[in-house]
Structure formats: C-alpha cells, structure tokens
C-alpha cells in the first residue's frame, strides 16, 4: 500500500468520528481536518490544510494554544475546555484533548480531538445567570416577571403509611442539623420533596436552597457551575460565582451524585472537609457554610461496587441516610394520594370536582408503578386533562404504562410460533433483554424498569442465556 493509499483511509477515518479531528506536522501545518471539525467552525476545509495552526485559528492565543504545547514541548492536554473564536469570528466552545506524536523519539506531528459544547456552555451561563436574577433582583420585581416556586416541607408529604412516617420522623428530626443527608429512592419517590422540606422546615429556610443535577452536564461544565469560575482562568472564562457561593449558609442539593465524574467526586469532597472552595482557575480560597443533601436512586453499594460511587464520599455524606419505600411498598397511600392528585388537577385543567369509583382505585391498587408517585400522578393527570365533564373517575379513564406497553408488543407481534407458555417465553426474554439495552446492560436499573427483583431477573437472565455483553 502507498502512501496516497494510507492518506485516503486516515481520511475516511477522521470523517466518520462524530467529534472534530485536527492532526499537523511538526511544523504546526495542517495534514488532517474532518468535516465535523469543519462545521463545528463553520470555515472550509482548504482554509486550514496546508496552513500553520497559529494561522487557521488566530482567535487563539499562542499561549493557550494546545497545539503549540504539543508540537513545541511534546506536552499533552487531556478535557480542556477552550472557549475561542474561529477563523471568521465565531465564538466556540470546546472540549480538547490534544496529544503529540512520536516517530524515533521525535515530535513529528500532533492529533486534536475537540467535541463542540457551545451550545452546553450558552445554556449553563444562562442557567447561572437566572439563578443571580433569582438572588437579587427586588422582591417586586420578582412578583410581576416570574411565578412562584412552590417550596416543599413536610406537609406535604402525602401519606399515612408506617415505613413512610419513620422516614418522615427522622428528617423532620435532622431538618435543625447541619449535618449532610443522603436521600435514597427510586426514581419518582419524591427525593426532592424530602430535600426541600429538610431546608424550608429547618433553620436555614431563610438562606438559598439551591439544586443541581449531576447527570445533566458534562464533567467540565458542571465543575464550573459548582465552584464558580474565575477570569483568565481559560480562555473565554469570567468571574461568576459557583452554586456553592450562591447557597452560602443554605443547602445545596445535588441530585444524581453518582452520575458525577469520580474526579469531580474527589474534589468535592475536598470541599467537604476543608469547608472552602475555589475557582475553576482561581487562586484564591473561599469559606463555605453550605448543607450538603445528596440523592441517589440505587443501592450505594452496588453503586460502590461498579466504580460509580466513592465509597470515601459517601461515607463522608452518609450522616443522615433516608430511604424512602417505592409506591408498590406503600400501596395503602394509593388511596389518599389518588384524591389529592384528582383535586389537585382538576383545580389545574378547570374541572369540578370529581370522586373515584371502587374499580378504578381496585386497579390502580393493582399495578406496581415502576415510576412510582411521579407516575401516579401521571396515570391521574392524563384521566384528568381527558375527561368531558365526567362527575366519577371510572376505571376506563385510566392509562396503564407498562400494561399498555406489553400489550401493544402483543398485539403488533407479526410472529406466534408454538404454543402459549412458548409465545410469554419469547415475549418475556425479549422485554428482559429490551430492558438491558435500554439500561446500558445494569442489571439493578433494568430489573427496576422491570419492577422485578435483581435476584429475579439474574436467575431469568440465566435461564435464557441472556448476557449483559450483548
């Protein structure tokens, strides 16, 4: 094979990776640009092939440049972000890994890989700079521009039964402390209703309750959001003051604590037992006095033990642990929780009041809700919204998720081999492994979307021969 020949297949290569590929020689010039780096910049191909890198992208200082580093001092970059502008003035942020290239102990070139979060970024700042309007603007304001938040304590935790008191006791009782609090639930329990309710009935309920998701932004993005950023800290960066700053004497909520990267995990809790962050980029240290409340929707073990948890970190947070049970563990609140949620909504659409017949509570007493409260509510607020007028909620009105679910694959089956026990097999195997695909081969999170035990679905996994390596 000649050289053209290798030169051609580099270059189908770079062009079917999503992200921006950039490779130079050792002179800095451009050998390689993929057309995803090429509508990241909005600039043709041609104007970079050929050209030093200093050329194509002057927008970059020459010290901050990674490709500089790479090709000048043979020094990798690995997951900055670089806010820059393009050749023609665009205004782009990036996240670079940028590694030199070595032939006989010589840098003969350079490779970047650069995946475009611009628009990631945009929506951070904006979300930043709401929740400093939030903090500042004068009360009036307020009233005429945005609606009320609706903030949760305790009394509005809507139930009666035993194990949902004795979490509820016990939160009430940790709502004065300072001490930080995991919340464990599945998803739609009401983690943050517990975590409102422990500020707004404790006695921080007059500083910020602030909350952050840490599965909603990537590693980089959510490090400055958290810590704040500071000028000159890279490229693009400004002084901006973190969620930590903002909820200064209050409590930060940080949902989804596993789904932050363990290098974010290890910094945060720095900041836990040095009580003072700093700056993305900053030198200067700054006291916090912020409650920590943290949420998970697994077991912490399990967690621990696929690397997605610092057993560290959670026993540093792990002071105050509330499990809340899943509504297939509290189905005597069915009852209540369906009136509250009939009243609720119709007083949201408009209607009159209406009751509920026996069949129609007998059947939602009857599923497991895999989505819990959350879609309890959701089950109720669609009969709701549908209904003409209707004095009684009857059991026709209402929407079944996964029942309706089964039973579309059922009737949509183009195939029905052999006989019924072989027909539920084939349909019971193909949900099972429906389920691992959709969780990422998690046997805990797809017995969960299965509302089965993990034992149950390992021992069906076996008995199908189903892999998680599918």
């Known amino acids: 094979m000649n050289k053209e020949e290798y030169i051609e297949i580099i270059n189908a290569l770079i062009n079917i990776i999503d992200e921006g590929v950039y490779v130079v020689d050792n002179k800095g010039e451009g050998l390689f640009y993929n057309d995803a780096m090429a509508a990241m910049e909005k600039i043709n191909i041609n104007e970079v092939l050929g ?30 972000e670089q806010t820059y502008k393009s050749l023609h003035g665009r205004n782009i942020t990036t996240n670079n890994s940028t590694v030199p290239v070595y032939h006989n102990g010589k840098t003969v070139g350079a490779i970047e890989v650069a995946k475009d979060i611009t628009h990631i970024k945009s929506l951070s700042n904006r979300i930043l700079e709401l929740e400093e309007i939030e903090e500042t603007e004068p009360e009036p304001a307020i009233a005429k521009h945005k609606a009320v938040i609706k903030k949760y304590v305790f009394g509005d935790i809507i139930g009666e039964n035993s194990e949902l008191l004795k ?66 800290g890279f490229t693009g960066a400004i002084d901006r003051p973190g969620l930590f700053e903002q909820a200064n004497g209050g409590t930060l909520l940080l949902d989804e604590i596993s789904a932050m990267s363990y290098n974010l995990q290890s910094k945060l809790l720095r900041v836990l037992q040095e009580e003072y962050i700093r700056r ?32 560290d970190l959670f026993y540093r947070l792990n002071v105050v642990t509330l499990l809340i049970p899943p509504l297939r563990k509290r189905k005597d609140d069915i009852e209540l929780l369906s009136h509250s949620l009939i009243d609720k909504h119709c007083d949201r659409f408009g209607h009159a009041s209406m009751l509920i017949s026996e069949r129609a509570l007998k059947k939602l007493e009857n599923y497991d809700y895999p ?36 039973a579309y694959k059922y009737v949509n089956s183009t195939e029905f081999i052999g006989g ?28 969960e979307e299965l509302a089965i035990k993990r034992q149950t679905l390992q021992h069906k996994m076996k008995k199908y021969k189903i892999s998680v390596k599918m």
Do not use: W
């Open 51 to 80: 050209k030093p890198f200093h050329k194509a992208f002057p927008g970059v200082p020459i010290g901050e440049s990674t490709m500089f580093k790479a090709t000048r001092f043979g020094q990798s970059t690995l997951n900055l």
């Open 167 to 232: 979490v509820v006791s016990k939160a009430k009782r940790a709502a004065n402390s300072d001490a930080s609090v995991i919340i464990m639930g599945e998803t739609g329990t009401g983690k943050e209703l517990f975590a409102q309710s422990l500020h707004y009935s404790g006695k921080r309920k007059n500083k910020p309750f602030m909350a952050q998701n840490c599965a909603a932004l990537p590693e980089t993005l959510l490090e400055g959001i958290l810590f704040g950023t500071s000028k000159g």
């Open 280 to 311: 993305v980029g900053g030198e200067k240290d700054i006291p916090i006095d912020v409650r920590i409340v943290a949420t998970v929707n697994e077991s912490p073990k399990t967690l621990i033990e696929e690397g997605l948890l610092r057993k």
């Open 371 to 406: 989505g819990n409260v959350r879609e309890l509510e959701n089950i109720i607020m669609q009969a709701v919204s549908l209904s003409d007028g209707e004095k009684v909620l009857n059991e026709h009105m209402l929407s079944m998720p996964v029942a309706e679910m089964e």
């Open 420 to 447: 019924l026990d072989e027909c539920l097999a084939s349909l019971e195997k193909e949900l099972i492994r429906e389920a691992l695909i959709n969780k990422n081969g998690n046997i805990t999170k797809a017995a």
